[in-house]
């Protein structure tokens, strides 16, 4: 039976299962002297049951699907005769693989050998048992989990408790889920940047001033070995970040003390959809921007007035990165602001400060340590951004501070390393994966330093 | 009496109106609408005011929160405001020093004067106004910052000092005169928020005198403080009315019998009686206000 279909017929049997175990209990009050005799309502016993039928045979289905494969491909490989099962890694690998296309009908059977096709007819075999056992096994769980509920069922059982138990586990398991998702993230990324890190030593990659990954074919081509040192990308993400920090922050900073402080409301109603409209267009569209609108009108300018400008300057990504991020500097500052009690505000006007003073005086340094909290968090937002600097940052891996010309960035190279038909054996491949691991840590060191800082500063007011 | 029973939230409110209308026989105050055939009982009047208000109206948006109210505040007296949740006592207290005008929905009609100057006219500063009239307010508001910086606030705001010799000074002396300066002297680098409830209300008071104000507005300022703290507030009040005037909003009757010279009762937006404070708590000649010192109300 197909997995969806067992999941169809696991949820008719928990409904089926949260009558039952309604009823049940019903039936059990009304002989111990009616519905007031049960220590729950009966829906609680009807929750109950409907959750032992399909939780467990959902646990199990799940850990099945996850290991039917690697199961089955065992089974295949233990009855292979010994002489297969000596060949060499690669050479068995491929020849697996033959016999699973084959298996799977993706390829007929001609360049097969007798082997292949037995294994690949056990193959057939052994996955369609496997199927029925599933099936059967997860109906066994499923029907055996209901009855063993509708047996504890009893007047004086908390069923109530027992619920809400369940519901403690399973939203536990949602949060935990969430956890190992980003530590197989966190795992996928780090394996291959060993894998990296075996054929570049880590101190040329973390100290290395010069970025060209190519690697040659052959071992006799021009250029035969790439270097791979990340200072240039580092600089070239934190000089860009840097022009968009330079705009995003006094606009953001800015607007959310004119919304938050002067404007009327009618204008504020106003404004701030318009500039959360920002927040909502494509990076991509942005990109378009960058590319089209402002680099060229930057190098135009830069040219009239004598300046070489790159076609494709840091200038160009960072501002375009800067009004991406004006409505999240500016709607968390907002927050932060308005966050400011009230009580503070009245103090300084009553003292007769101008609303000026006490912005500057009393809201700003009351506020900061929240306002840098969110300017972090731009920050690694900027460091992350990808599409705006490959389609407006350029290529070139040069060691620069100057942002009219192009530079490169982390995110910009993992795109460039990882897009087309790639060996995943090449050093050049393998870069961006450990690229991928040091804009993680810039990333989350960023991150977790920002939200110490909110956290100091929340206390403040409690 | 239960004067303590008379609370702070809006319950309270509800019932002294429903009270109201049931008990002052004769008179609707509730559906007297035209400001005209009302007229406050007692002595609104002084002969010597500091500040005085004439057929004051304040709306908040369509509300009608102050009607026609007429009292005059006189030079070193402290008077002291009290009545029901939702009276509009601590409305009027705001529209001395225009604290008001931070409300956008909020319209002040009528006549305040300070020393007989106009305080609504268009060229009025409400920078200089409110350094002359200061304010403390219900909950204690010290600023994150430390205790000397607190009081030193408003000096620096309004260029009071022009040495760090005399900025010292005046935060000694404010510090001293709210009667909080032997208990800080040695911590004030260290933050006012740390300070106890009543020391944090000590030092807001010390904070508004900094500026030398004429006149404090103190907005309920013991209803946030414990009965010792409120008690060392009340006396800093008698003292304090040496030098400034001040009006007080005040929840406790008893407060207000211990600290001022003049009461006045407010009731649904209207000044119902003004008299000495003695007088008002002894024999009051208004209906309402025997009902609310009697505890009839909440």
């Known amino acids: 039976m197909p997995t969806t279909t067992l999941v169809l017929v696991l949820a008719t049997l928990a409904v089926a299962g949260f009558y039952l175990g309604r009823n049940r209990s019903l039936a059990l009050a009304s002989g111990a002297g009616g519905p007031q005799s049960l220590h729950s309502l009966p829906k609680h016993y009807g929750y109950m049951a409907a959750a032992w039928v399909a939780l467990p045979a959902l646990l199990l289905l799940l850990l099945w699907t996850g290991l039917e494969s690697s199961l089955l491909n065992e089974m295949v490989l233990a009855q292979l005769p010994a002489s297969v099962r000596q060949m060499g890694a690669d050479e068995l690998s491929l020849y697996f693989n033959q016999l699973l296309s084959y298996a799977h009908g993706a390829i007929d059977a001609s360049g097969l050998d007798e082997t292949q096709l037995a294994a690949a007819q056990y193959y057939t075999e052994a996955a369609s048992r496997l199927a029925v056992l599933k099936t059967a096994l997860v109906f066994l769980v499923g029907l055996g989990g209901g009855a063993l509920a509708l047996r504890k069922i009893a007047p004086a059982f908390r069923a109530r408790n027992h619920v809400e138990g369940i519901i403690t586990a399973t939203l536990f398991a949602c949060s935990f889920l969430a956890v190992l998702t980003t530590l197989g993230i966190v795992l996928s990324v780090l394996f291959q940047a060993v894998q990296f890190f075996q054929i570049i030593p880590l101190s040329d990659f973390l100290f290395g001033l010069e970025w060209s990954p190519q690697m040659a074919i052959r071992a006799d081509q021009v250029g035969a070995s790439g270097s791979f040192g990340f200072i240039p990308l580092l600089l070239g993400t934190l000089l860009i970040s840097a022009v968009a920090m330079v705009i995003a922050v006094p606009v953001g900073l800015l607007s959310a003390i004119y919304l938050s402080e002067y404007a009327s409301r009618r204008f504020r109603a106003v404004t701030k959809p318009v500039l959360e409209i920002l927040a909502g267009v494509p990076t991509v569209v942005y990109g378009f921007f960058a590319a089209l609108t402002v680099a060229p009108f930057i190098r135009d300018v830069g040219e009239s007035i004598g300046l070489t400008v790159a076609s494709e300057s840091a200038l160009a990504a960072g501002t375009v990165m800067g009004i991406m991020i004006i409505p999240f500097v500016m709607s968390l500052s907002d927050d932060i602001i308005n966050a400011v009690p009230d009580s503070l505000r009245e103090a300084s006007l009553g003292m007769g400060a101008t609303m000026n003073e006490t912005i500057r005086k009393v809201l700003l340094p009351a506020a900061l340590p929240g306002i840098v909290g969110g300017i972090l968090l731009a920050v690694s937002r900027a460091i992350g951004e990808t599409m705006i600097v490959v389609m407006a940052a350029g290529l070139s891996a040069k060691l620069t501070a100057n942002p009219l010309e192009a530079v490169t960035t982390i995110t910009v190279q993992i795109v460039t390393l990882l897009v087309g038909d790639q060996e995943f054996d090449s050093p050049k491949t393998l870069a961006a994966f450990a690229l991928g691991l040091v804009l993680f840590f810039v990333t989350l060191l960023l991150n977790v330093v920002a939200l110490y800082v909110v956290r100091r500063y929340r206390e403040q007011y409690d | ?298």
């Open chain 2, 1 to 298: 009496m239960s004067a303590v029973s008379v609370t702070a939230n809006g319950t309270g409110a509800v019932d002294a109106q429903a009270a109201a209308g049931e008990e002052s026989a004769g008179f609707d105050i509730e559906h007297a609408e035209a400001t005209e055939d009302f007229e406050t009982t007692g002595t609104p009047f002084v002969d010597n005011p500091k500040m005085s208000a004439r057929n004051v109206n304040v709306y908040y948006g369509e509300k009608h929160a102050i009607m026609n109210v007429s009292l005059d505040i006189g030079q070193n007296e402290v008077i002291a405001m009290i009545g029901p949740s939702g009276c509009g006592k601590s409305t009027f207290l705001r529209t001395l020093n225009r604290m008001n005008d931070i409300i956008p929905i909020c319209r002040v009609e009528g006549n305040i004067t300070l020393d007989e100057e106009d305080i609504y006219t268009s060229g009025q500063d409400t920078v200089l106004l409110r350094a002359r009239v200061g304010m403390v307010f219900q909950k204690p508001n010290p600023f994150p910052k430390s205790i000397y910086e607190n009081v030193a606030y408003g000096a620096r705001i309004h260029g009071l000092a022009q040495s760090k010799a005399e900025m010292d000074e005046i935060v000694e002396n404010s510090l001293r005169r709210a009667s909080l300066f032997d208990e800080v002297k040695d911590n004030l680098d260290k933050p006012g928020t740390g300070l106890s409830g009543g020391q944090q209300q000590r030092l807001c008071i010390a904070r508004a005198i900094a500026v030398s104000p004429e006149v404090i507005l103190m907005d309920e300022p013991c209803s946030a403080l414990d009965p010792i703290a409120t008690a060392r507030i009340e006396e800093l009040i008698d003292e304090l009315k040496e030098k400034f005037t001040i009006a007080i909003v005040t929840h406790s009757m008893q407060q207000a019998a211990r600290v001022s010279q003049r009461t006045a009762y407010f009731h649904l937006g209207r000044l119902i009686e003004v008299g000495e404070t003695k007088d008002v708590f002894t024999m009051p000649r208004h209906q309402l206000t025997e009902n609310y010192i009697t505890g009839r109300f909440g």
